[in-house]
């Protein structure tokens, strides 16, 4: 991939930033669980995980059907490279500065601080495969989360709509945990053994690798939180009578 596609790589997250936004629009009209109408502080959570929803849903199959579609490309992680892998990398940096900006203008940076960071982590991460043209099949392995991410956003809405069945949550919870498990630590597992093994620590290497540890660091805290709310709650801390209203992480 050389410099000619910078332009339209550029032109393509514009675009997908612009359909993030239309996404935002449209979920304005539809109908929301009385849970959420009769607290006016959960709607913009509730919008924001709709298209969060969205995006994760089609990132997570797009990014399966890709690596399934060409899986020689994970004999090269650093130079192996796709049309579909490079437009779905353009993709989901859309959605990460939709989604930043959307925290931003709401005035919701303190509560969803953790989202910040990590999308401008995956953020400066992507614009770098896009200018370089290295490194984009790790990206579509990290990508791979997205699938997780279905059923992470969907506990969340479950949890926000006081949906009345118990049956739903419940059989959600062990998917969930089963998705966390497949499509979250254990492509970051073999990502970040990858990169210690077989990846020179300078340049965009060196970048990556910080970005892929400190990323190691937060998804372990978020499966601890996941552990500790689903499956052992007794364990919770500082949890009652908390407010989580505004708040877009998992924290309860």
């Known amino acids: 991939m050389g410099p000619g596609w910078r332009a339209p790589s550029a032109a393509l997250v514009g675009g997908s930033v612009a359909l993030f936004g239309?996404?935002?629009?449209?979920?304005?009209?539809?109908?929301?669980?009385?849970?959420?109408?009769?607290?006016?502080?959960?709607?913009?959570?509730?919008l924001n995980l709709l298209v969060s929803f969205a995006h994760s849903v089609l990132a997570g199959l797009w990014a399966l059907f890709s690596l399934w579609q060409s899986p020689e490309l994970l004999s090269d992680i650093q130079d192996g490279y796709?049309?579909?892998?490079?437009?779905?990398?353009?993709?989901?940096?859309?959605?990460?500065?939709?989604?930043?900006?959307?925290?931003?203008f709401n005035q919701q940076s303190r509560s969803s601080w953790e989202y910040l960071v990590h999308h401008a982590m995956a953020i400066s991460a992507f614009v770098s495969l896009i200018i370089t043209g290295r490194f984009l099949v790790a990206a579509m392995l990290l990508l791979l989360v997205e699938v997780s991410n279905i059923f992470l956003t969907a506990r969340m809405l479950l949890k926000m709509s006081n949906v009345p069945s118990p049956a739903l949550y419940e059989a959600n919870k062990y998917i969930n945990l089963v998705m966390y498990f497949a499509f979250?630590?254990?492509?970051?597992?073999?990502?970040?053994?990858?990169?210690?093994?077989?990846?020179?620590?300078?340049?965009?290497?060196?970048?990556?690798?910080?970005?892929?540890?400190?990323?190691?660091?937060?998804?372990?805290?978020?499966?601890?939180?996941?552990?500790?709310?689903?499956?052992?709650?007794?364990?919770?801390?500082?949890?009652?009578?908390?407010?989580?209203?505004?708040?877009k992480f998992l924290i309860d």
């Open 22 to 46: 239309a996404l935002r629009r449209a979920a304005l009209v539809l109908p929301r669980p009385a849970a959420v109408r009769n607290r006016p502080g959960r709607v913009w959570r509730w």
């Open 82 to 104: 796709s049309v579909s892998g490079h437009l779905l990398v353009c993709f989901s940096s859309g959605y990460f500065i939709h989604d930043s900006l959307d925290i931003i």
């Open 184 to 247: 979250r630590l254990a492509p970051q597992a073999y990502l970040t053994w990858y990169f210690v093994r077989y990846v020179e620590v300078q340049g965009q290497g060196a970048f990556l690798m910080a970005n892929l540890l400190l990323l190691d660091a937060m998804i372990l805290m978020y499966f601890s939180r996941l552990l500790r709310s689903d499956f052992f709650p007794s364990l919770r801390k500082g949890a009652v009578g908390r407010d989580v209203d505004g708040e």
